[in-house]
């Protein structure tokens, strides 16, 4: 091995990866226009038979009456919590503290909007009714992220959301549903994805995670709240002159992989059940609750990079390009099956995760 060569560069070597579709280059964006005839018109605006239908379809899928198109989820859940704030007259929503809207949008909530958020529950668990129940402050609208990323990936059980559910509309609290990665989630409920947004008076849905699109978000609703976030997703700047692009993407990339979340789940508990037999190693969840999970390694980044590349070097497997510290001895990972794990030969991933096992000991 090259001692040299980091993790990324090792990574990008290899040629088979855990996680994902796929690279997402230019053949992403080939494929998905490939059948697509010359004459189609691009939207205008927000309008036009192609991103109208697209929303029409989605609509109908996620059991509401409408829904917008918005080139990012950002922009979507920030407009979302908006028009339910300004609807019940407080400033104020309850999410996790690792809610995307907390840890990746420089405060844009908070700066672009004035809105101050409360956070709920311990950051290393879900958010329960109690954690409702026990709010003190009064709040427009709780999010909930279905499934909850930054710990691996966790549900709660759909017995615990009907009853989060069933009080938020007692207690006239408007509930959001961040389902960036709503699909991933039905296998493990059995339940079609209009069952669980029934419990959301909102949801938004992104297109490029396990859908694998190039990007671009549906925000859906009541026809009220859908006509209102058009407003601000023009305040925002997302009424773009066209985003025909990501909505051709997004319905090709949504047609083919809508049905195989099943397998993809599968392929997550396959392998997280075969990483869980390596020394030093422990998924979180033990056994995943959807297509992704987090893996846990109790050795140091500087310590693990270097052993996970020279794996990388002779199996020809990738398993992650990055490491996260989460101490002076320990780090960890998050993987996200897709259709690249069917590709891989079973025997060579056996290899690497028994040079895994090995070097750990």
């Known amino acids: 091995m090259n001692g040299n060569k980091s993790l990324q560069e090792a990574f990008n070597g290899t040629t088979y990866r855990v996680s994902g579709n796929g690279k997402r280059n230019i053949q992403v964006l080939k494929e998905a226009f490939e059948n697509v005839e010359d004459i189609t018109e691009s939207d205008v605006y927000g309008t036009g038979k192609l991103i109208e239908d697209f929303q029409a379809k989605l609509a109908q899928v996620l059991g509401k009456e409408a829904a917008v198109f918005f080139p990012s989820g950002t922009m979507a859940q920030q407009v979302a919590l908006r028009i339910w704030c300004d609807q019940i007259g407080t400033k104020k929503v309850a999410y996790h503290p690792l809610c995307h809207l907390e840890i990746h949008e420089q405060d844009g909530l908070k700066e672009l909007h004035h809105i101050e958020p409360i956070l709920l529950a311990d950051k290393n668990r879900l958010i329960t009714l109690a954690d409702v129940m026990n709010m003190k402050d009064e709040i427009a609208c709780l999010l909930l992220e279905l499934p909850q990323r930054e ?7 759909f017995a615990e959301l009907e009853a989060i559910s069933a009080y938020c509309r007692q207690q006239g609290i408007m509930l959001h549903l961040d389902g960036a990665r709503l ?5 493990y409920y059995g339940k079609s994805a209009a069952e669980i947004c029934a419990l959301f008076d909102s949801v938004y849905i992104s297109f490029y995670k396990g859908i694998g ?5 549906i925000l859906a609703g009541s026809k009220e709240f859908t006509e209102k976030s058009k407003i601000w997703k023009r305040r925002h700047g997302g009424d773009l002159i066209s985003l025909y692009p990501y909505i051709l993407t997004a319905d090709y990339y949504f047609t083919l992989r809508e049905n195989k979340m099943g397998q993809y789940y599968e392929a ?4 997280a059940a075969l990483m869980n037999r390596c020394h030093a190693v422990a998924t979180l969840p033990v056994e995943p609750v ?3 999970f987090h893996v846990h390694i109790e050795r140091s980044k500087r310590e693990l990079e270097p052993i996970l590349a020279a794996i990388y070097e002779e199996t020809g497997i990738g398993l992650v390009p990055v490491l996260r510290e989460t101490g002076e001895t320990s780090s960890y990972c998050e993987l996200n099956i897709g259709d690249s794990y069917a590709a891989i030969p079973k025997d060579l991933l ?4 028994q040079l895994l096992d090995e070097k750990l000991k």
């Open 183 to 187: 699909f991933e989630t039905l296998p």
């Open 213 to 217: 699109g190039i990007a671009g978000a």
């Open 268 to 271: 997550a508990k396959e392998l």
């Open 290 to 292: 959807s297509n992704m």
């Open 151 to 157: 710990i691996g990936g966790q549900l709660p059980d």
């Open 350 to 353: 056996r290899l690497a995760l």
